[in-house]
T-cell receptor, first 116, second 113 residues
Framework: GAVVSQHPSRVICKSGTSVKIECRSLDFQATTMFWYRQFPKQSLMLMATSNEGSKATYEQGVEKDKFLINHASLTLSTLTVTSAHPEDSSFYIC????????????FGPGTRLTVL | GDSVTQMEGPVTLSEEAFLTINCTYTATGYPSLFWYVQYPGEGLQLLLKATKADDKGSNKGFEATYRKETTSFHLEKGSVQVSDSAVYFCALSDHQGNDKIIFGKGTRLHILP
């Protein structure tokens, strides 16, 4: 089946530093990747949609300068949390839609970010 | 806009009990409907889906039927196991061209041995 990986699975950083999270589709090409944020005991909040080779589309209320998304290839998208603060601590999950497949997303295992 | 409403948890059941988690949706178009499951510390896994009215999605003993007349997609299982303990998310995709998925708030399920 379609597998999506995320790296790292867990990261702890100091306030003010930047953190990069990678999302990879391991056995398929993904024209579209999605980044979600999940707060404790809550649902997933879509942050942005990224299409390979173009700028990401951010949801309302998500700071594009703080959450930098790059989708440079059909198998890799990165989310960089810039100048992280404790309130950015969360569980970040990516998903990927296979090229040519309609209405299907495969989710990564998530990355737990803790900002001290 | 489109939305998904599901019953709040946590839901606590004994092993072998019957499970129902209610889900209703609001959509302007004709969405596809999904149930995702999230086990502790993990990402989401697609449990089942249905793409048109009266379709029944099923997997691992779970079932849900797409009811357009009641805009519902309730999740059921006849006999739950301890290993079914997880958070269950009802979701829809509104076919607006970007495959965006809208999730419910999730229902935490605890199964007691």
């Amino acid at each position: 089946g379609a597998v999506v990986s995320q790296h790292p699975s867990r990261v702890i950083c100091k306030s003010g530093t930047s953190v990069k999270i990678e999302c990879r589709s391991l056995d398929f090409q993904a024209t579209t990747m999605f980044w979600y944020r999940q707060f404790p005991k809550q649902s997933l909040m879509l942050m942005a949609t990224s299409n390979e080779g173009s700028k990401a589309t951010y949801e309302q209320g998500v700071e594009k300068d703080k959450f930098l998304i790059n989708h440079a290839s059909l198998t890799l998208s990165t989310l960089t949390v810039t100048s992280a603060h404790p309130e950015d601590s969360s569980f970040y999950i990516c998903s990927a839609s296979p090229a040519g497949v309609y209405n299907e997303q495969f989710f990564g295992p998530g990355t737990r970010l803790t900002v001290l | 806009g489109d939305s998904v409403t599901q019953m709040e948890g946590p839901v606590t059941l004994s092993e072998e009990a019957f499970l129902t988690i209610n889900c209703t949706y609001t959509a302007t178009g004709y969405p596809s409907l999904f149930w995702y499951v999230q086990y502790p510390g993990e990402g989401l896994q697609l449990l089942l889906k249905a793409t048109k009215a009266d379709d029944k999605g099923s997997n691992k003993g779970f079932e849900a039927t797409y009811r357009k007349e009641t805009t519902s997609f309730h999740l059921e299982k006849g006999s739950v196991q301890v290993s079914d303990s997880a958070v269950y998310f009802c979701a829809l995709s509104d076919h607006q061209g970007n495959d965006k998925i809208i999730f419910g708030k999730g229902t935490r399920l605890h199964i007691l041995p």
